[in-house]
């Protein structure tokens, strides 16, 4: 048993470190680092940089491109992404449904598709909530009749997420309606420029659109956007689901935010009143347990000995870090976290915040914004009705 | 990085473990409560292991073994909340190694290995709380050698130890001695405590005694440090236990004509009792893959892992005795002794609350594991 990591895992952490610092634009990692606003632009800039270097799709396997890295690389990968700033990668397109083209689709899919995802060109979208079904994403009712060569498609899905720069969107759609609901979804390839789509946002309560409802009115799609067999779309939606889940725990963005936290509180005079830091002390702990928990897992699945289940627990300890960071974020900055001026969320502002600290602007909306971490992904209630399953065997 | 156990460590886990079922039942320990709290046989039995060399140089007849070994035997003595205060004989092995000169070694490592002598750490007093740097005890030199004169508390099996460790001040300066028991000036009073076991005050009155270090504080935060991880480790093993016989449990009883374990409200408690035990279970291997850091990456780490599994103590501990309803309660019934083990273990070598203090105290800019 050993805690460090290997002298190659180490080079290999430089290695990623030194090629971040060098290509991460630094106007990128400012707004990431201070929770200010990114464009599409800006996100899409740093797809694009890693698409480049081929470490977009970082997990896909090598024979698509892949660069081959095991559970440990990826993590430190991530890792230092994260520390040195990089936005978050938009997963849809590398991360879902590529795996899912890979080992499901037809060569001609993953000729057509494959190669958009892994370089950053073309924004995807993942379409599976409804407003009828969250929790019980089973219940979906968009449904998509075969005439021909295509599937004619209605209903409405919500929560797409960036859905607004979406140019393309994998759809779980009713392809029956006999048996168990689970028996009768497909899983559907549909262009987001197809007459009939429309894309209406959705404003959060920090005032951002983040999420968005994209309809869908008798729109056409070619039968052969059908990935893999009609009807069995939920067992390629679960497949994702076994993927390594260990960056469900965001524990490395985490660790940046609570260092970013010391410096508010700091900032605010607020880190020498013992009572406010000993709230930072048990998130301190926390975080070095979440961590602890995360390398379990990395290290179980790099030895192939006794797989870890328990991804849930990463899910909902990870979201409770996340509520924690940003909630104590807000109190550090007291009564100033409380004027909300948009334009301060941008870059480069030069305006006066109240209080004079111009780090104190986002500190709410984040505060806000993360209360929907332990809603999506499964919900922190279900993932604990999931792992009480477990648990009683 | 890596979290393997070797297969070694696996071997030295299943002759524990079997000892444990086989030799050491609930039955058993009621038994050993009932006489006092500690079974010189069962500590014997231990030895008869080997495991009371574990942490001892194999050139002084132990085992030359580690934190991990330490850890796996301990998570195992926790799980058959076994009542012999192993993490004690842990403790003095490394002080004396690590600490004492080579007549002091030569002289009581091999009788800790064999199991012949039980050695403990003496440190508690009672204005001193959880911190370990407050000491009044005083030690003088004389022209025949050294004597303490002290007031130690809650020593474990003191009033049946055969040696003690204890802090001392040399002209305002901690150091750390050896004092037999049956040495002159030692007096003790004995009892049991709330978790079965044994423990007592011990009063030195001018008691001969040999020097282990003058750099006694160095010394007695690394000896506290192993106690912490060992409570830890311990506390994994109980805490496992508990979650075990709550699951049983649940698949068993029926109420309202359905089983228990059917009910999301006691589903939900399962699983916060299951992340706990988790967290508990990862920040104990921190904490033995901290033992031998340098002291203050050591200090801050230990601290950081007794909070976790003192938080983690408390909720299992309780929730076991909660779901399990009425019976929970009882005396009868075993997992009211989980319980008690575990409350015993949060407040041993400092509380949740205490590092809680240390940790904030210690806070450095960064944050994580490798921080």
Request: glycine share 10%; hydrophobic share 40%; net charge negative.
């Amino acid at each position: 048993m050993d805690l460090a990591f290997t002298p190659d895992e180490q080079a290999f952490r430089e290695e990623i470190r030194d090629w971040v610092h060098a290509n991460l634009p630094a106007d990128i990692s400012h707004k990431v680092h201070h929770a200010l606003r990114l464009s599409k632009d800006d996100m899409q800039r740093w797809a694009k940089i890693l698409g480049a270097k081929g470490w977009l799709g970082h997990g896909w396997p090598t024979e698509f491109g892949g660069p081959g890295w095991n559970a440990v690389q990826k993590h430190l990968f991530e890792e230092e992404c994260a520390l040195a700033g990089a936005p978050r990668v938009v997963p849809f397109g590398p991360v879902m449904v590529a795996p899912v083209i890979m080992a499901f689709g037809n060569p001609e899919q993953q000729q057509r598709f494959l190669p958009g995802i892994a370089s950053g060109e073309v924004w995807w979208s993942q379409g599976y909530s409804e407003p009828g079904a969250g929790s019980d994403l089973a219940s979906l009712k968009c449904k998509a009749e075969r005439q021909g060569d295509k599937f004619i498609v209605n209903g409405q899905k919500a929560w797409t997420t960036l859905g607004q720069y979406g140019e393309w969107i994998f759809c779980l759609v009713r392809t029956s309606s006999e048996g168990k609901p689970q028996t009768g979804i497909s899983f559907l390839l549909i262009d987001m420029k197809t007459p009939g789509v429309t894309v209406r946002p959705i404003k959060l309560l920090d005032g951002e659109v983040e999420v968005n409802e994209v309809w869908f009115d008798n729109v056409e799609v070619p039968a052969n956007n059908l990935i893999g067999e009609e009807n069995k779309g939920w067992t390629y939606a679960k497949y994702l689901l076994g993927h390594e889940r260990t960056n469900i725990a965001d524990v490395n963005r985490s660790k940046r935010e609570l260092e970013r936290l010391k410096r508010i509180a700091k900032a605010e005079g607020v880190y020498d009143d013992l009572r406010f830091r000993d709230e930072i002390a048990k998130l301190e702990v926390d975080v070095v347990a979440l961590e602890m928990l995360v390398l379990r897992v990395l290290s179980a699945e790099k030895s192939g000995k006794n797989s870890l289940d328990i991804a849930g627990l990463l899910k909902i300890k990870g979201s409770e870090i996340q509520q924690r960071y940003g909630e104590l974020m807000m109190q550090a900055a007291g009564p100033y976290s409380l004027p909300f001026i948009e334009e301060a969320m941008e870059a480069g502002w030069q305006g006066d915040f109240p209080g004079g600290e111009v780090a104190n602007a986002p500190l709410a909306g984040t505060y806000f914004n993360l209360r929907k971490t332990t809603i999506y992904g499964g919900s922190n209630e279900v993932q604990r009705n999931i792992v009480s399953q477990v648990v009683l065997g | 990085m890596d979290f393997d156990f070797t297969d070694d460590q696996e071997s030295l886990r299943d002759a524990v473990r079997k000892w444990v079922a086989k030799g050491y039942d609930f039955e058993r320990r009621r038994a050993i409560t009932r006489d006092g709290g500690f079974s010189r046989e069962a500590y014997g039995e231990l030895a008869g292991l080997g495991l009371t060399g574990l942490y001892i140089p194999e050139d002084d007849g132990g085992l030359g073994m580690g934190p991990v070994e330490g850890m796996v035997v301990m998570e195992e003595l926790g799980r058959g909340i076994v009542l012999e205060p192993f993490a004690q004989t842990l403790i003095a092995s490394a002080l004396l190694s690590g600490y004492a000169p080579e007549a002091v070694r030569s002289a009581w490592l091999p009788k800790i290995a064999s199991g012949d002598s039980l050695v403990v750490l003496a440190h508690q007093e009672r204005s001193a709380r959880f911190n370990i740097e407050k000491c009044e005890a005083k030690a003088v030199f004389a022209h025949d050698g050294w004597s303490l004169t002290a007031i130690k508390s809650i020593v474990p099996v003191g009033d049946m130890a055969d040696a003690f460790i204890v802090p001392a001040m040399v002209d305002g300066k901690m150091a750390l001695f050896l004092v037999e028991r049956t040495a002159a000036g030692v007096a003790n009073q004995g009892y049991v405590t709330q978790d079965g076991a044994r423990a007592a005050e011990v009063t030195l009155d001018n008691a001969a005694a040999v020097l282990i270090t003058l750099d006694g504080l160095t010394a007695l935060e690394h000896g506290v440090d192993i106690g912490i991880a060992c409570a830890c480790a311990e506390a994994v093993g109980v805490m496992d236990q508990s979650l075990a016989v709550t699951v049983e449990y649940m698949n068993t009883r029926k109420q309202f004509g359905v089983l228990i374990s059917s009910f999301q409200a006691l589903r939900h408690r399962l699983a916060d009792m299951k992340m706990q035990l988790e967290l508990a279970r990862s920040m104990s291997y921190y904490a033995s893959l901290k033992l031998n850091a340098p002291a203050e990456e050591r200090r801050s780490a230990l601290a950081r892992a007794k909070y976790q599994l003192g938080v983690s103590m408390r909720f299992v501990g309780q929730q076991a005795v909660q779901l399990h309803g009425g019976i929970g309660v009882t005396d009868e019934y075993i997992v009211s002794h989980y319980f008690k083990k575990l409350t015993q273990l949060e407040i041993s070598f400092g509380d949740t609350l205490h590092h809680l203090g240390e940790v904030s105290s210690r806070m450095q800019d960064t944050a994580g594991v490798f921080a």
